[in-house]
């Protein structure tokens, strides 16, 4: 469990979007919703599939100054 702690915190630090989710719902309930998601949802292999197929790339920006907004790339 702390592995996924670690992940999910690590996640919201060097990602904008989860970032800005977790700003506005609070880093509790965010990870409330990871693991109601985790043990209620299947996972959609079909989805899974075709993503692995389509050629994309997950960045990690880092922020050298956190006070100025972060722009998405």
Not at 5 to 13: A, I, S
Not at 15 to 32: D, P, Q
Not at 33 to 41: P, S, V
Request: overall charge positive.
């Amino acid at each position: 469990m702390m592995h996924i702690g670690r992940m999910l915190n690590e996640m919201v630090l060097h990602s904008v979007c989860l970032t800005e989710h977790a700003k506005k719902v609070g880093f509790r309930r965010l990870i409330e919703k990871f693991r109601k998601n985790m043990i209620y949802n299947s996972l959609d292999t079909k989805r899974i599939r075709k993503l692995m197929k389509s050629p994309g790339q997950l960045r990690l920006v880092q922020e050298d100054d956190w006070k100025i907004r972060p722009t998405a790339a």
